[in-house]
């Protein structure tokens, strides 16, 4: 009948142009996930947006440091008296992991889970800064003698170099601390999530991340 044949042509027609349609759409959502950057190239522009040096900042701690020294003081050039002067303050020491090596970082994203992996490299500290306002001197063994008193507060202008020296290496052995690596961990997921909320888009997200000192030691994932 014409009429059957008619319709056949015309349901023919539209399968064809659904198809065409189907595909197009299926071109488009692949080309643009070909041109999409993929996480590592995300993580890498955030970072570089959100921290131009290329160091983030994971844990800042505050913390009491100590140094001391004993010297040898002549009082009118007649009689040594000895004595120590002892100087404490508190400083702010800061975490960061370097950021400037992208092949340094390895990222992975499941989109199914919604988890991010970061493995990242070794943290590092920055110089620790002196809260010069808590300083304190103090003073053992010398008698109250003004030219003794002098030497002291000379002694003790010395000891805050001294003191800065100390700070920096005592800084450096907290990076093996398994409490100090914990907090600067969540520091790093604590960004990590940042990134994802404003890269990957508004959600539950869970982040995952480990130091490359820690390959063996898989963190549990924190939402």
């Known amino acids: 009948m014409p009429g059957s044949g008619s319709r056949s042509r015309k349901s023919a027609?539209?399968?064809?142009?659904?198809?065409?349609?189907v595909l197009a759409i299926a071109l488009v959502l692949g080309l643009r996930a070909a041109l999409s950057p993929r996480v590592e190239e995300s993580w890498r522009l955030y970072v570089e947006r959100v921290f131009p040096e290329r160091r983030l900042l994971v844990l800042s701690s505050a913390q009491r440091y100590a140094a001391s020294k004993e010297f040898t003081a002549k009082i009118l050039a007649l009689v040594d008296v000895r004595a120590s002067v002892e100087i404490e303050a508190w400083a702010d020491v800061f975490y960061v992991v370097d950021a400037s090596d992208p092949k340094a970082w390895e990222i992975s994203w499941d989109r199914k889970t919604k988890v991010l992996s970061i493995l990242a490299p070794e943290p590092t500290c920055l110089p620790p800064a002196v809260r010069t306002e808590t300083i304190e001197v103090r003073s053992k063994g010398a008698n109250i003698v003004t030219n003794t008193l002098f030497r002291l507060k000379a002694e003790a202008v010395k000891m805050q170099a001294?003191?800065?020296r100390d700070l920096a290496d005592k800084a450096r052995e907290t990076l093996s601390d398994?409490?100090?690596r914990r907090a600067a961990l969540q520091g790093l997921e604590g960004i990590g999530r940042t990134?994802?909320?404003a890269v990957l888009g508004k959600g539950v997200y869970t982040v995952?991340?480990?130091?490359?000192?820690d390959q063996n030691s898989l963190t549990q994932p924190r939402p």
Request: cysteine-free; hydrophobic content about 60%; glycine content about 4%.
């Open 13 to 21: 027609f539209l399968l064809a142009a659904l198809f065409i349609f």
């Open 162 to 164: 001294e003191l800065s």
């Open 178 to 180: 398994p409490d100090i």
């Open 195 to 197: 990134f994802s909320e």
């Open 208 to 213: 995952s991340a480990r130091f490359r000192g």
